[in-house]
């Protein structure tokens, strides 16, 4: 028995090797799927913080939030995309976000000032906006 299987294995030990060579990278490459199809899944639904954009572009140009009585403006994603500051055209976001049908979210983002503080809601990211 032992002669047998010693037999075998010699036999087909090219084989073997050739097997796990195969094996070994298809699995890693498995492994590596999966793992960016969570992250995808996970992400997808998150929407990003503009928080720090917004307040990089306060700083850069406040005439251009006008906030009404309640502290409140609406700013469209597109200033943050591409804005004229100094007859200069500057992006502050260098790559806009990309809704599940991949298509770019170019919505509003409401902007309060509470105490000095600005404060972004970027649950409007992807709406449209009426003119």
Not at 78 to 84: C, I, P, Q, R, S
Request: proline share 3%.
């Amino acid at each position: 028995m032992k002669s047998s299987l010693k037999t075998h294995f010699k036999r087909y030990l090219f084989h073997y090797i050739f097997l796990g060579l195969l094996l070994i990278p298809l699995s890693i490459l498995v492994i590596v799927f999966i793992r960016d199809l969570k992250l995808y899944l996970e992400d997808k639904n998150k929407l990003p913080d503009y928080t720090e954009e917004v307040k990089q572009l306060y700083e850069i140009k406040p005439s251009l939030f006008q906030f009404d009585e309640n502290d409140t403006f609406v700013l469209k994603v597109d200033y943050l995309l591409e804005t004229e500051i100094d007859d200069k055209i500057i992006r502050i976001v260098k790559r806009p976000y990309l809704s599940e049908d991949f298509e770019q979210c170019v919505g509003y983002l409401i902007v309060k000032n509470i105490n000095g503080n600005i404060v972004v809601d970027n649950s409007h990211i992807c709406d449209v906006i009426d003119y």
